[in-house]
């Protein structure tokens, strides 16, 4: 019986070790926000060439991503105040985007007529499946995402935002 016992913490011990020198090796795990910083989207307004624009700027800073499109009730509601956030944060360098799951021209009318501070990006459909692998299991809208410097998501809301603790989960980050 002790034999058995002590099999099993060895192999326990083993284990362990291997996931340890598996993960030095190998280097970090890929992260959620991996494919964010890799896309390329369009911005609203269109770029002067009309080409995509890197988020890739964005990684390094504590970052604030909101999901959203024109057609969504408590996403056009929370647009000005989470512009309003931003505009107040930002002498603290944190970093805000909007990724409309939209059409360019239904984003680009909406964020001239409230005059959104923030970089808003064009994602359409596919900014779905950005969302679901940033933590959006239900694939609703508004969703929003904060992430740390190292690119870790720090919490996720989703649905209409409440600011003052939104703030509050920010400035906890920083």
Known sequence: MKSRALVMVVAVIFAGLGAYFSNAVSGARPQASDELFASQLPTVPAQPDGAPKSLESYRNKVLVVNFWATWC????????????????????KIGFIGIGIDNPEALAEFAQKY??????????????????QLGNKAGGLPFTVILNKSGEIVKTYRGKLDMVKLKQDILSVK
């Open 115 to 132: 005059k959104i501070s923030y970089p808003l990006y064009v994602a359409g459909m596919s900014g779905t499946q950005l969302s679901t």
């Open 73 to 92: 009730e408590p996403c056009v509601k929370e647009m000005p105040e989470l512009s309003a956030l931003q505009t107040e944060l930002a002498p603290q």
